[in-house]
Every structure is written in structure tokens, then in C-alpha cells.
């Protein structure tokens, strides 16, 4: 099955510090997610992103899918941004439902 | 609008006994359903998907079982829970039809613990 990859597993930063987060696939996708699972556990949707590049206030997401990776942008990290991020991809093959989640990059935002 | 609903958020269950975790879509016809497992902390694992009423793939042999007796009802159950059956479990839903590339939305969840 398809592979994905999360960089870097663990991450501190200080309250206004800005982040990047990788995301790498093993094969054609034709659904990229990226997630914000908070402290109760929800998953909240950041951005459905299979290809080029989208903003939506301090978080930006880039994919190159022809060189199958993705990066999530966090400017000005918050507190509330702590939590785990996790990508998740459908592989493009014929009849695959399945998400397949990345292992998640935990992100800490201390003040 | 689109909402999802999932209940009970927490059970604790003894080993051996029944389980049953529900979802509700609201907002949207005939869309796809899923429920996922999340163990141990990180990394999500589907469990099951289904197009339509009745139909229910599993993706993984396991100790559960879903049906989806309602066209927006998804229920997953167990006969009988075993210890590994603890973790976190999260319905989701995406727009229907057989085309996977959908963003995919996900419940509350239900934290089990099997005691």
C-alpha cells in the first residue's frame, strides 16, 4: 500500500515562531488531507490540498505532487496551535477508499 | 450544512461484553461512511467503509463489525470485546459515489476502554 511520511515527529517552538511541516507519499494521490487533531481528540479539517498550494489565515499548504510531498506552513504558531497535524492520502488506484494517515507530526506551542 | 454525530463519547466495557458505537450524518445524501481506530496515541486505521445501505467493505479481519442499516446510520458493534479492541474510534463521512478523491469529515469520536 501507499506509504506516507511525517517530518519531523516531534516539534517545540515558542509562541510566535513560525513552522514547517513535511509530508511524503510513496505513489499517486488523488486525495491529500491535512489535519489538526486537538487535545479531545477531534480531527479538524485544515485543508484538502491534492495539488497546489492554499491559505487560510496563519496556515498555508503546498503540494508537489509529481514529487509526492506536501508541506503545512504555521506563521505566528498560538498556543491553540499545539496538538498533533497528521496528512492523510487516497491512493489514485481504481476503487481505494481507504485514507491512509501519515503517523503525525506533535506540535507543542509554548508561551 | 453537513454535520456528524457519533455517541457514546466514552464507554468503559468489561472483556466479553457487547459493543455498539453509532453515527449519524446529517445535511447530505447517500454519502460514504467510514469508521476508523486510532490506538495508542497517533496513526488512524480504517476499520470500514460503506457506499450505500447494506454495503459494508471491511479493510482489516478483526473482532468488529459494521452495518449501515439507514442511509446516514452507521453502527459499528462487537459480540464480544477483547483488551486490544481499547482505542479511539471516529466515524467519518464523504460525499457518495465511487470517486475517492473527496475531502473526508470526521466525528466527535468515542474514547473504549476494555477492561
Known amino acids: 500500500g501507499i506509504q506516507v511520511e511525517q517530518s519531523p515527529p516531534d516539534l517545540i517552538l515558542q509562541e510566535g515562531a513560525n513552522s514547517t511541516l513535511r509530508c511524503n507519499f510513496s505513489?499517486?494521490?488523488?486525495?491529500l488531507q491535512w489535519f489538526h487533531q486537538n487535545p479531545w481528540g477531534q480531527l479538524i479539517n485544515l485543508f484538502y490540498i491534492p495539488s497546489g498550494t492554499k491559505q487560510n489565515g496563519r496556515l498555508s499548504a503546498t503540494t508537489v505532487a509529481t514529487e509526492r510531498y506536501s508541506l503545512l506552513y504555521i506563521s505566528s504558531s498560538q498556543t491553540t496551535d499545539s496538538g498533533v497535524y497528521f496528512c492523510?492520502?487516497?491512493?489514485?488506484?481504481?476503487?481505494?477508499?481507504?485514507?491512509?494517515f501519515g503517523k503525525g507530526t506533535k506540535l507543542s506551542v509554548i508561551p | 450544512s453537513q454535520t456528524i454525530h457519533q455517541w457514546p463519547a466514552t464507554l468503559v466495557q468489561p472483556v466479553g461484553s457487547p459493543l455498539s458505537l453509532e453515527c449519524t450524518v446529517e445535511g447530505t445524501s447517500n454519502p460514504n461512511l467510514y469508521w476508523y481506530r486510532q490506538a495508542a496515541g497517533r496513526g488512524l486505521q480504517l476499520l470500514f467503509y460503506s457506499v450505500g445501505i447494506g454495503q459494508i467493505s471491511s479493510e482489516v479481519p478483526q473482532n468488529l463489525s459494521a452495518s449501515r442499516p439507514q442511509d446516514r446510520q452507521f453502527i459499528l458493534s462487537s459480540k464480544k470485546l477483547l483488551l486490544s479492541d481499547s482505542g479511539f474510534y471516529l466515524c467519518?463521512?464523504?460525499?457518495?459515489?465511487?470517486?475517492?478523491?473527496?475531502?473526508?469529515?470526521f466525528g466527535e469520536g468515542s474514547w473504549l476502554t476494555v477492561v
Open positions: 505513489d499517486s494521490v488523488n486525495n
Open positions: 467519518a463521512w464523504s460525499v457518495g459515489g465511487s470517486y475517492s478523491g473527496n475531502t473526508i469529515y
Open positions: 492523510a492520502v487516497t491512493y489514485s488506484g481504481a476503487g481505494s477508499y481507504q485514507l491512509t
